[in-house]
């Protein structure tokens, strides 16, 4: 069957897109009150743009909270948590930073499995490994790991626990809140990095920005 004008004048009118416009340019580039081509191309990117620096975002605040929850429980040379705790004869704080450390580090997990990249993967596994090598003293004040390495707690178990056993775990000289301190302040720069880069990447209409090359062409 032979495809005469008139046809295809008539499917396109059905369709919204008439012939008269030459190219597919002329057409994107149509003033109307519909939404162009260009504009819907360019609003789809400027939104995966924006949910991919949010997730940025949410994965440098949970990593910085880790950071220094554990920086604060493996101390900086002044007097420890625990210290304090010897001289009030109290748990309280330590239980609280525990809980607060375990919620941090299952969320960094979590916020870090969103978006899968090599370095998010070895991130993960270096928390992972952070929690299994220090498994024996986690589990004696009641902190266990899970097959998808995330922790949990046994609530009466941590509270039974004395100054002793909980800075063997969390305490500097046990290695894993050290541990956890550093991996997670790495995380967050990286997170950081990376939602600075969308922010220079994407000018305010979604378009891309790109650097002229030369002596800031990384990619060389």
Not at 68 to 93: I, M, N, P, Y
Not at 155 to 179: I, N, P, Q
Request: aromatic fraction near 6%; glycine fraction near 8%; hydrophobic fraction near 35%.
């Amino acid at each position: 069957m032979r495809i005469t004008n008139t046809m295809l004048n008539k499917t396109s009118a059905e369709a919204g897109m008439p012939l008269n416009k030459s190219t597919l340019l002329d057409y994107v580039d149509t003033d109307s009150s519909d939404e162009s081509l260009l504009q819907a191309l360019r609003k789809g990117k400027e939104e995966k743009s924006t949910e991919k620096k949010s997730g940025y975002e949410k994965l440098e605040k949970t990593a910085e909270e880790l950071s220094g929850l554990a920086e604060l429980l493996a101390g900086d040379g002044k007097k420890s948590v625990f210290d304090e705790a010897r001289e009030s004869g109290s748990t309280k704080d330590i239980i609280s930073r525990a809980q607060e450390l375990v919620n941090s580090y299952n969320n960094t997990l979590k916020e870090l499995g969103k978006d899968f990249s090599e370095l998010n993967e070895y991130y993960k596994k270096m928390l992972k490994d952070a929690a299994g090598g220090s498994s024996e003293a986690l589990e004696a004040i009641g902190i266990t790991q899970a097959a998808d390495g995330t922790l949990h707690i046994d609530k009466e178990k941590l509270k039974a626990a004395d100054v002793d056993a909980l800075e063997r775990a969390l305490g500097k000289a046990g290695g894993f809140s050290s541990r956890l301190s550093f991996v997670s302040g790495r995380v967050a720069e990286n997170a950081q990095a990376g939602a600075e880069s969308l922010s220079s990447r994407y000018d305010a209409s979604g378009n891309v920005w790109s650097m002229p090359s030369g002596k800031y062409d990384f990619r060389r």
